[in-house]
Structures are given as structure tokens and as C-alpha cells.
């Protein structure tokens, strides 16, 4: 009798067990990943991360990626092979692309859907800066046809339309919205070696007299958190380029107004990204070289307050620079548009700051350019040989002649006036009274 007991006991530890375990099941959510931008290391291990980490059930991999710039995008395919829960890929909506390492992401999942309009391809690299080239076999029927598929698609694109949906190991199936592809997928099964799932999105409910399809399980929308987000501004070319030129030109203002401030702190969250973009992104290196020359000879110019041939050669270089800045055609070159919106604004305010603004600071009220020649002020900071002096309490920047060294606390006298750079000489026997 006390065997039967235990028996019956443990069976029903079994069912409340299997019951809680489809209760759980049940109340799973649809996981919606975000795949978009080029992708890097940091943003390969968000994904791999949610995967590993956010129960579900099912994935959803929304792409619309121009590529893979660097990391180890094989830790990701994996991941997705591995995963406790069906993964279903989704380039869309319209216009997406699925290029290089990011369409092979798409080959991993265990149901691939696009929607119309969608472009696929430039397979070849799949990671920018990396060794992964076009021998990736997914999880496909028949690898020799895919290998053919991956070399067609090697240097050119394909769009996925409705009247051909199929793009062998890249797409299976049309879906024009995320909406209707959840709903579709309600009641497919979907094996995995010895594993088995049934998805099940949705039901029907009457409404009004009228059954309509509705979703069973909450929707959930992944992103990345406020730090990946700042930083990955820099993940494409363009934005790269565009913050480099903000914290150059931020930078540039700070040295000729000889202060610290917010600009200071925009043109360093600037550079912050930049750099980013730098270190993730094939760049190529000519073009950084190209654009300090460039911005040295806008800035030699406009600090002289003149708009000459070095305005037009340093417009010139930049934009060169921001056409030609990574290595990335044609997966994703940077955007025209914005490398001339982001030349154009440098320019200007670089212009505007240093013949307007700058001087409006550093102007006084009791003299014009001609009546300092011949004053005498104080330096703020040891000319060698340049530094900041005051002059009737403004803050110019000044040089003295090579090979003299002139101590903060020091008398100068004002020689000349390049622009709005000061030359002094110093003075032997002024002392600070004197000057004060």
C-alpha cells in the first residue's frame, strides 16, 4: 500500500512539475532583436547575449544591416544554432538590406522571411575587417547550391519581391510586416536535430460579430542600453566622419578663445564616438591624413581672417576625405549627403568662430587692432613661444620670437598682429605693478 502511494505521490509531482513547465511555456514571450547598422563586436555580443539569456518563445532577428565592420560574428551564428528557442530571421521592413555578415546571419535561422523590396548580398567579406569570407554554410538542405548562391552573390545585391520570395539559404518566404509575420507563424512546426517546437503567436477572437486573428503572447522589443546606443553613432562611415569634424572644429575654437568649457566638453563626446567608429570601422588611413591637412589649411586662413585659395584646397581635402574615409564600397560607402552637410558645417563655424566670435571675446572697448601695437601687457602663461597674455582684461593668445622664453608674470610689448595671434616682445625691466 505504501508503494502505491509514493507511486500515485510522485506521479503527481510529475504532472504539477510538466504543467507548470507548459504554464511557463505558455506565457513565453516573442523576443524581437534589433539587428540594424553595421554590426560590430559590441553589438555581436548584445545579440548573442539576449539569446543565451532572454528566455522566449521564439526569436525574432529583425535586420536591416549593411554589414559586419569587425568582431567575431561566428560566436553569434552559433549562438543561433544553439539556441534554446526557434529563431526566425526578418529583413525588413522596406527598404532593408542584409549584406555580407549580417546575411548570413539570416542563413542561421530556422525560418528566414523578408519583406518585399528587401536587398541581399555583397557577400564577400562577411566581415570587414576580419578573415571571414564567403565559405559559411548554414544550417541548408543542400550546401553545394548554397556555395553557388554565396559566389553569385559575392559582389552584387538581390531584391526579394513577391513573385520570387526565395532567395536559396538567405530567404524561404515573403512577410511585408512584422505583424503579419507573427501571426502567419502560428500553428509551424519547426525541428532542430532530436528537437521539436510548435509556434503558437495567435488565436481568434470574435469581435463585433466578426473572428479576427489576434496574438496570444506578448511582444517583446529588445535594445541595446544608453551606452552602446552613444557610442554606436560612430558605427557607420558617415556619422564617424561627421563627429570627427564636430570635435575638430569644437577643438579648434577652444585653442583660439585660450579656455575651457562646453565646447570643450562637445568637441571631447565628439571625438569619444568618432574614435569609436575609428576603432570598429575599415578605415582608410590616407583620409585622416587628409583631413588635418585639410582643416590646418582652412583654419591658417580663417585665423587671418581671409577667405582664399586655402578655403577652397582645405574644402576640397575634407570632402575627398569624407568620400573616400573607409574602405566599406559597396556594401555601405559613406553617405554623400551627409559627408558635404558635415564639411559645410564645419567649415562655416570654424569660419564664423574665428573671425566673429573669437574676436567679439577678445575685443575691448578703449582700443581698436592698430592702438595695441606698442602696448605693453602681461603674460598669463609662459610664452614658449606661444602662450596667453592680458591685455586690459581679455585673453589673447601670443607668441614671442623663437628661442626666448618669456615666464608667466612676465612684461611683453605688442609688436604686431597676425590675425588673432598676438606678437610680443619682452621687457626687460617692467615689472607687474608696472604693467597692472
Known sequence: MRIVRLI?????AVGLVAGAALAGSHDDPIVVIDVGDPMDQRSIDYVVDVVQSERAHLYILKIDSPGVSSGDISALYEAIVESPAPVISWIGPYPAVAYGGAAFLASYADIRAAAPGSMIGYLDPAVQRGNLQHSIVGPVNDPDLFRAEQVTLADSAVAVTVEDPVVLGFVDRVDPALGQLIASLDGTTVSRGSEVWEISTAGSEVVDGQSVIVSTRTVKFMKPGLVDRFLRLGARPETAFLFLLIGAAFAVFEFYAAGRGLMAAVASMSLLVAG???????IWWPALIMILVGLGIVVWGFAQNRVDWR???????LLAAGLMFTTT????PPAAWMVMLAVAASVVFIWYSLTTVVRGRFATPTFGREGMLGKRCLAVSDLDPEGVVMVDGARWRATVNRGIVV?????????????????VDPVATAGREEIL
Open 8 to 12: 500515485l505521490l510522485g506521479s503527481l
Open 276 to 282: 569609436y567608429g575609428l576603432a570598429t570601422l575599415p
Open 311 to 317: 578655403a577652397v584646397v582645405g574644402v576640397a581635402l
Open 329 to 332: 564600397r559597396p556594401a555601405y
Open 407 to 423: 615666464g608667466a608674470g612676465g612684461g611683453v610689448d605688442i609688436v604686431g598682429i597676425t590675425g588673432l595671434v598676438l606678437e
